[in-house]
């Protein structure tokens, strides 16, 4: 059985930059068969697709544009987890967080259980 | 781009059957077979149900069925059951350097 563990702060100042850690069992970071995704929610802005990193034969990652320019997802395969860091926060991207995994192209199978970050001073 | 179109609300009767559609374009649900459906109970993190339109996930009821027409993918609940309350969301690939695009979610009430 495949699980996720978030863990990260949940409040975080302007301008700041967000990092959060997900940690997996039952499956590995390095796996050929799976991405490991970032997605986030709002009320403004509804579910949102942030970004993937993926391993096949070679490291990938993938990121939405919104945030293209603020965001990296690492994979850290000494502790089978990934990261997120975002970058130039602002109070539009207080959400909840959640990290999940896709064993098929586009789609996710298994959840974390979600980080509310609130952007404010 | 824009979400993929679904209506805010659904509601049927228990043992009825109701249908949730997700409206896209060309560039996502219509040009790809990477549509999937999630359930979503409140303060819970979302749950697959379909995945590439019409394949369910180990473990999941088939009462639950995907479908897509066209530019139109469409989840399809029978036998509604009081626990299927919730708030449902397609996503879909797409064309656009979006990559994975979420519909605005369907509440689904059972009444």
């Known amino acids: 059985q495949v699980q996720l563990q978030q863990s990260g702060p949940g409040l975080v100042k302007p301008s700041q930059t967000l990092s959060l850690t997900c940690a997996i069992s039952g499956d590995s970071v390095s796996s050929n068969s799976a991405a490991w995704n970032w997605i986030r929610q709002s009320p403004s802005r509804g579910l949102e697709w942030l970004g993937r990193t993926y391993f096949k034969s070679k490291w990938y990652n993938d990121y939405a544009v919104s945030v293209r320019s603020r965001i990296t997802i690492n994979p850290d395969t000494s502790k089978n987890q990934f990261s997120l860091q975002l970058n130039s926060l602002t109070p539009e991207d207080t959400a909840v967080y959640y990290c999940a995994r896709g064993a098929a192209p586009w789609t996710c199978d298994y959840w974390g259980q979600g980080t509310l970050v609130t952007v404010s001073s | 781009q824009s979400a993929p179109t679904q209506p805010a609300s659904v509601s049927g009767s228990p043992g009825q059957s109701i249908t949730i559609s997700c409206t896209g374009t060309s560039s996502d649900v219509g040009g790809y077979n990477y549509v999937s459906w999630y359930q979503q109970h409140p303060g819970k993190a979302p749950k697959l149900m379909i995945y590439d339109v019409s394949n369910r996930p180990s473990g999941i009821s088939n009462r639950f069925s995907g479908s897509k027409s066209g530019n139109t993918a469409s989840l399809t609940i029978y036998g509604l059951q009081a626990e299927d309350e919730a708030d449902y969301y397609c996503?879909?690939?797409?064309?656009?350097?979006?990559?994975?695009?979420f519909g605005g979610g369907t509440k689904l009430t059972v009444l």
């Open positions: 996503s879909s690939h797409t064309t656009y350097n979006t990559l994975v695009l």
